[in-house]
């Protein structure tokens, strides 16, 4: 009987070893401009072997560097590899294409992927479907698919049913579209071949690649203050200027709770500033606070944290928290550690001298947002939740945004009702949807979703209260074009 697809692919340790080198010499020759060798020649008899599909996923020190794979029902091993091999070299769009000097610092897995077929059972009968460890995921619904492999399930301590939910938030779906008798689920079983990307292929790399040892000193830390950007613009310029301003703005006696997040204005202190005290005094700041900021100003990571020990402002700095930037840039794919795109943000900076004010041990660590599908937050999120629920105390989220931007007064009061009265329905995807459907300019949209979204997984997330609502032209500014500012607490 010929072999299919279904078949596991039974390779033996030397086989195994072959297929993974020839993959990494394929990264490698695609990485730097080369033409690559024809990989079925690489790899002998095992290339004809039929797949189901195959992945090649490339990390730098555990955090994903790229993860690309190709499926077809009549897909051969040299095929399905060379061609997750060059995608994952290149084309993931969730990250730059890998650079020469990246290589010798990756780890690979190579995984194989057999036997797949659609789960029958309908509703919730498809629990009991899917095998934590040897099975992985695919859903479809119309123009939406998504695929987990076997290993995410196992790396994230997923049951069946997050599995499948976790499938559907890949495939920006909702999170019980697997429920739906409309959506289509298959399962496949698969396993990785893995290895340092070096060890693969030693002569291909060759000197170019720094060893481990080397990249200490070729990626050295971020620095080690983030200095004042917004200084003397958004918020005064001298400490006494910015004690003075907070004398004002803080003119009521704070009335801390233990809220889980919170959302506050980043506009200059003229025209949000008391309402962001406002906020800040009706919040319980524990030991750590993370800041999620939209991304103003081009330059560094789409999704980045800063790596910074401190945060100065004119008088006075807080601490950040490195260590919990790093195992949050670990731990959620495409975040990086990244100072570039911190650097002339504000609106981390101007809650600064706040927080300050109130708890001035508090460490902030802050989180630049720049974009992302419903699909990309929500699993954002669910990363993020990981690290977190262990945590105690937890943290405070805190969203950093204004609401729409540069309407008329009264359409601006409008579009913000329209966007505040989605986030007090406290549902994460309805909150972007509504706001993408009516073209509010929200510039934290992309923060309020994950933050939302990480309180709801981690429990912590059953009621709201507005604190305030005010627009640049109650501060004087023109009423034909107007910025809206809100401030909103969660538990």
């Given at each position: 009987?010929n ?43 095992t ?18 560097r790229?993860?690309?794979?190709y ?7 040299a ?21 020469p ?6 780890d ?62 890949k ?6 579209a ?66 003075q ?46 800041i ?6 081009p ?67 802050g ?26 105390p937890r ?15 009264r ?33 934290g ?20 209260e ?26």
């Amino acid at each position: 009987m010929n072999p299919s697809p279904s078949d596991q692919p039974g390779l033996n340790a030397d086989e195994e070893l072959q297929v993974f080198q020839a993959a990494g010499r394929r990264v490698a020759a695609v990485v730097r401009g080369r033409r690559p060798e024809r990989f079925a020649d690489a790899v002998a008899e095992t290339g004809g072997k039929p797949l189901y599909g195959a992945f090649v996923s490339l990390k730098d020190h555990g955090r994903l560097r790229s993860c690309c794979g190709y499926l077809s029902p009549q897909a051969t091993l040299a095929e399905a590899v060379s061609q997750a091999a060059d995608r994952a070299a290149k084309d993931d769009p969730r990250f730059p294409p890998i650079a020469p000097d990246e290589l010798g610092r990756l780890d690979m897995e190579v995984w194989l992927l057999w036997h797949p077929e659609e789960i029958a059972a309908r509703g919730e009968d498809r629990v009991k479907e899917v095998t934590i460890g040897k099975h992985g995921l695919q859903v479809l619904r119309g123009g939406n698919r998504g695929l987990l492999l076997p290993g995410v399930a196992t790396e994230h301590g997923f049951d069946a049913r997050t599995f499948l939910q976790q499938t559907c938030i890949k495939a920006g779906l909702p999170l019980d579209a697997w429920l739906d008798d409309g959506t289509k689920v298959l399962r496949f079983e698969g396993y990785a071949i893995r290895g340092p990307f070096t060890k693969a292929f030693e002569q291909e790399v060759g000197h170019s690649c720094p060893t481990e040892e080397t990249d200490k000193n070729v990626c050295p830390p971020g620095p080690e203050t983030r200095p004042p950007a917004v200084a003397g613009m958004f918020y005064p310029g001298t400490a006494a200027e910015i004690q003075q301003a907070l004398d004002v703005m803080f003119d009521q006696p704070p009335r801390p709770e233990p809220w889980a997040g919170a959302l506050t204005p980043h506009a200059g202190w003229t025209y949000s500033g008391r309402l962001a005290a406002a906020v800040w005094s009706r919040l319980q700041i524990p030991p750590q606070v993370i800041i999620f900021s939209p991304r103003h100003r081009p330059g560094g990571a789409a999704w980045a944290v800063a790596p910074h020990r401190r945060w100065l402002f004119p008088g006075g700095e807080l601490a950040s928290d490195p260590e919990l930037a790093f195992r949050l840039s670990e731990a959620v794919e495409g975040l990086e550690l990244d100072a570039v795109a911190h650097r002339q943000e504000h609106a981390v900076e101007v809650q600064l001298p706040l927080v300050a004010r109130l708890a001035p041990e508090c460490r902030v660590v802050g989180i630049t947002i720049g974009g992302g599908s419903l699909g990309d937050l929500q699993y954002f999120a669910m990363q993020i939740a990981g690290v977190l629920r262990p945590m105690n105390p937890r943290p405070l989220l805190v969203v950093s945004s204004d609401m729409n931007h540069f309407a008329s007064d009264r359409e601006n009061r409008l579009l913000d009702r329209i966007a505040l009265d989605a986030v007090e329905t406290l549902r994460p995807a309805h909150v972007y949807q509504t706001v993408q459907l009516h073209h509010i300019s929200m510039c934290g949209l992309f923060g309020c979703v994950i933050v939302l979204e990480t309180l709801r997984q981690l429990g912590a997330l059953s009621r709201c209260e507005l604190i305030g609502y005010a627009t640049s032209a109650e501060a004087g500014g023109p009423r034909n074009r107007v910025v809206g500012y809100a401030g909103m607490v969660f538990a």
